[in-house]
């Protein structure tokens, strides 16, 4: 009858402290890492891209994605097309910012740099911080790649990659790659 209950002592001991471990791993598990969002044409408002390596992406949940697309050719602002998309409020977040005033019409590819005509911008691209701003320029640039656009349903989608310097010191660079969108319900 001993040997029963030491048995039956050493199995509840046992059990209690597997299920305590197991309790304790999950509580300190990493968070979900953060994946970039698949490239679709569905209006998902979804954004993403990997800067110097580490992915920025925003979740469909918390999304602060804004989308301007201008299709209307009776209108002074036609082709106009933006694409804001940040983490929340800057002085803890990130942001990114492409303008273009020159004219998207259809799909293709467009540069990402920043240029002036008459003191205003034609074009221009910012991803940002809590302390820095980095710019696309005529020496460090890139290209977004319209894939998609559907102005009865309003959506717009494409894929881009650049590399931008900070403003306020221009040995500071940085490369984003994998970048995609999927806006959904642009404003027009």
Avoid: W
């Avoid at 001993?2 to 001991?13: E, G, V, W």
């Avoid at 009776?74 to 800057?90: E, P, R, V």
Wanted: glycine fraction near 8%; include cysteine; aromatic fraction near 14%.
């Amino acid at each position: 009858m001993k040997k029963y209950i030491k048995s039956a002592l050493l199995l509840l001991i046992a059990g209690f402290l597997g299920t305590s471990l197991t309790y304790c791993t999950k509580l300190h598990e990493n968070p979900k890492t953060p994946e970039l969002p698949p490239i679709t044409h569905e209006g998902k408002n979804t954004f993403g891209c990997v800067v110097d390596g580490e992915i920025f992406a925003i979740p469909f949940e918390t999304s602060h994605i804004q989308c301007e697309y201008y299709f209307d050719k009776s209108k002074a602002n036609y082709g106009t097309f933006a694409l804001i998309a940040s983490t929340g409020n800057m002085q803890n977040g990130k942001g990114f910012t492409y303008h273009n005033y020159e004219g998207v019409f259809d799909t293709g590819f467009h540069k990402m740099d920043r240029q002036f005509f008459n003191n205003k911008y034609k074009r221009r691209t910012i991803i940002s911080d809590a302390t820095s701003e980095y710019y696309c320029t005529e020496e460090m640039f890139g290209s977004i790649h319209i894939t998609y656009i559907d102005t009865i349903n309003k959506i717009i989608s494409g894929t881009f990659e650049f590399d931008a310097v900070n403003e306020n010191n221009n040995t500071d660079t940085i490369r984003v790659r994998d970048g995609r969108f999927d806006c959904g319900k642009f404003i027009y």
